[in-house]
């Protein structure tokens, strides 16, 4: 398979849209005070991409949370543990680092800034690492964002039992509105509470976005994944949050709103060729 190739994209332009996704998250109060992080791998290494002229700090042989060989000679960038999403757009440097990973990926060269506003990676790089290896992996994807949120409705739903399963959770999201099945035709894979940072959280979540672009860790929030850019991953969660809006306002309302039927969304995956197996 061949690698998709990323020489278009510029450090100043990926520094750009994590921090336009980061507002982006704010808005929707997903990533309240340091929750939230943010990933982007791409095929470029330092060089190529001037990391040190933005994040002139080099820490050779940093030790990774997993090993990621699949990654090795790619830059991974990410947000800072207990960094807040919505300051990156106005401090880059000090809130996002970036690793270019060593040959055998259990080390990387760790680029950081002197003001930078953390200590460590996020606590949850580990879970992100993992899924970009994964899809390097499997896919030879050149680009690729991964975003963890906590977008509060979509959390809501999955504090109820009675909608805490894929097939429940996704039918209650997706008759809201037409473009939502267009928009996630794989839906949501739901995983039941998990610690986060784990381990068992990592493998799960690794398993998941095989299959989706995003899953939801009961009780907590979400991870989602996209081939494009972080702003094409926050649009994902847009959608999905606000079929849980809906959902969540209707129960409010002692569920009086129809939604859109089964039958109607399956007259919109066919008008739409929506290859889908939710309906």
Same mark, same amino acid.
């Given at each position: ?25 704010? /808005?929707?109060?997903? @990533? *309240?005070?340091? &929750? ?7 095929? +470029?290494?330092?060089?190529? #991409? ?81 899924? /970009?290896?994964?899809? @390097? *992996?499997?896919? &030879? ?7 963890? +949120?906590?977008?509060?409705? #979509? ?125």
């Amino acid at each position: 398979m061949t690698t998709q190739k990323t020489t278009h994209l510029t450090l100043d332009r990926i520094l750009a849209r994590i921090g336009a996704a980061g507002l982006r998250l704010d /808005h929707m109060n997903a @990533v *309240e005070a340091g &929750a939230g992080n943010i990933s982007v791998s791409v095929t +470029a290494d330092a060089g190529e #991409l001037g990391l040190a002229e933005h994040l002139p700090q080099a820490h050779p042989g940093t030790k990774l949370p997993l090993s990621a060989p699949a990654l090795a000679g790619r830059t991974v960038f990410v947000t800072g543990s207990g960094c807040r999403l919505r300051d990156i757009a106005g401090a880059p440097e000090a809130n996002v680092s970036a690793f270019v990973i060593d040959d055998g990926g259990a080390t990387g060269t760790w680029y950081t800034h002197p003001k930078r506003e953390y200590l460590r990676p996020t606590s949850e790089f580990n879970s992100h690492l993992a899924v /970009h290896n994964d899809q @390097v *992996e499997r896919r &030879a994807v050149g680009f690729q964002s991964v975003i963890h +949120a906590q977008p509060p409705y #979509l959390v809501q739903l999955s504090h109820m039992r009675d909608i805490r399963s894929t097939k429940e959770l996704n039918r209650r999201i997706l008759r809201w509105e037409p473009e939502t099945i267009v928009q996630l035709p794989a839906g949501i894979e739901v995983l039941d509470f998990m610690v986060p940072g784990s381990q068992r959280l990592m493998e799960n979540t690794v398993k998941a976005l095989r299959d989706h672009v995003m899953v939801m860790w009961s009780k907590h929030g979400i991870m989602v994944r996209s081939d494009a850019d972080p702003l094409a991953a926050v649009d994902k969660v847009e959608y999905a949050e606000t079929g849980a809006m809906y959902e969540v306002r209707n129960l409010m309302t002692g569920g009086l709103g129809e939604g859109v039927t089964t039958d109607e969304l399956r007259a919109v995956a066919r008008a739409f060729n929506v290859p889908t197996d939710l309906l």
